[in-house]
Structure formats: structure tokens, C-alpha cells
């Protein structure tokens, strides 16, 4: 099995920061591409950022310039930084990441349970 088991949520004040952690264990053969997402109370899930194997980012235009996705591909880990965050930054945030567990399997999409974020004053 894959497990992808996220950290570092938790209440901030606007304005301030956080940084999330995921990382991936269990049988993993390659890790393609790797993102967060996040889903606030009464929406639909979202792309928030994304990156790719070779580090190549991409970011919702809503958070451009204040968060910023980083890997570390030796452990299977993706960090968000979320700086001069707003109130409507809060929801649950989710990892993602394409996986392979072995050589002859296919690409599967795998999910974290979610951590929360909540900016209020």
C-alpha cells in the first residue's frame, strides 16, 4: 500500500504563515507529479499547487506570490509555504501524487487525509 500522511495545518492568524509537510511511504516504485489541494466548507476541491519530478511548479492564481510548493524527491516529500495567508485560505488541505508501485504497475492517484487550516481572527 501507499500512504501519504500530511502535517503542519492548524489556526493562524491573517496574515500569517504556515508550512505544510506530506510525505509518501509504503511500496513506491517512482512518484510522478506531486500538488495540494484544498476544499473550504460548501466547495468543491481545488488546485492550490502543484509540482513536477523535475521541480517544475505551477500554483492557483488565488495564491500566487504567497505559497510556494518545494520536493524533496531522496523522501518522498512535498512542503507548502503559506505565507500573508487570508481567511479565505481556510479548508482542509489534501496531498496528492501519482504514483507506481512497482515497475509493471500503472500510475494510481493517491490522497492524504487531509490537514486543517483555519485563518481567523
Known amino acids: 500500500q501507499v500512504q501519504l500522511v500530511e502535517s503542519g495545518g492548524g489556526l493562524v492568524h491573517p496574515g500569517g504563515s504556515l508550512r505544510l509537510s506530506c510525505a509518501a511511504s509504503g511500496t513506491i516504485f517512482a512518484i510522478n507529479a506531486m500538488g495540494w489541494y484544498r476544499q473550504a466548507p460548501g466547495k468543491e476541491r481545488e488546485m492550490v499547487a502543484g509540482?513536477?519530478?523535475?521541480?517544475?511548479?505551477n500554483y492557483a492564481d488565488s495564491v500566487k506570490g504567497r505559497f510556494t510548493i518545494s520536493r524533496d524527491n531522496t523522501q518522498n516529500t512535498i512542503y507548502l509555504e503559506l505565507n500573508s495567508l487570508k481567511p479565505e485560505d481556510t479548508g482542509v488541505y489534501y496531498c496528492?501524487?501519482?504514483?507506481?508501485?512497482?515497475?509493471?504497475?500503472?500510475?494510481?492517484?493517491?490522497w492524504g487525509q487531509g490537514t486543517q487550516v483555519t485563518v481567523s481572527s
Open positions: 496528492n501524487a501519482g504514483v507506481r508501485r512497482t515497475l509493471y504497475d500503472r500510475w494510481i492517484a493517491y
Open positions: 509540482v513536477s519530478v523535475s521541480g517544475v511548479t
